[in-house]
């Protein structure tokens, strides 16, 4: 899968063989859509395991990555003021758009730090003129994906 927007000048391979995760998922459901066999840095109960569910079972998805943070060199991020973010999940949908998702828990939401990556992941989304999407899921809102990516 390779990641490319003109507009930040930014090319990522995820190269099959290669995904250094440091801890594998151990749970029970088994996903379909991940780009590789073993699925690295999830937790086996909690609202980002929901959230990968969603996104595996979207009929509009390809394929899709639990993104790293140790490896910037194997790893999509964007830059922030004061480093990298690099966002819970990227995706490549069926019609050949990249979308990313950052799954953010109610209580960190309005922390200014999280703030930013939100406003540069939509920042990202405008500047990718219509190629990517950026996601901010919540659990409110993390069953409205499917809807998200018809509607934009």
Not at 80 to 105: C, H, M, Q, T
Not at 131 to 141: S, V
């Amino acid at each position: 899968m390779i990641i490319w927007t003109k507009c930040i000048e930014y090319a990522l391979t995820y190269h099959e063989e290669v995904y250094p995760f440091r801890l594998a998922y151990d749970g029970n459901y088994e996903f379909n859509k991940h780009y590789y066999k073993h699925v690295g840095e999830l937790k086996s109960t909690g609202e980002e395991l929901y959230c990968a569910k969603v996104i595996d079972s979207l009929s509009e998805v390809k394929h899709w990555v639990r993104n790293l943070e140790h490896d910037p060199s194997r790893s999509f991020w964007l830059q922030r003021s004061n480093g990298k973010f690099y966002p819970d999940f990227v995706a490549e949908l069926n019609d050949g758009r990249i979308l990313v998702v950052e799954y953010k828990g109610a209580i960190y939401a309005s922390d200014p730090d999280e703030k930013e990556k939100k406003a540069i992941g939509e920042l990202w989304t405008e500047r990718s003129n219509g190629k990517c999407l950026f996601y901010w899921a919540m659990e409110d809102n993390v069953d409205n994906l499917k809807d998200f990516i018809l509607n934009n």
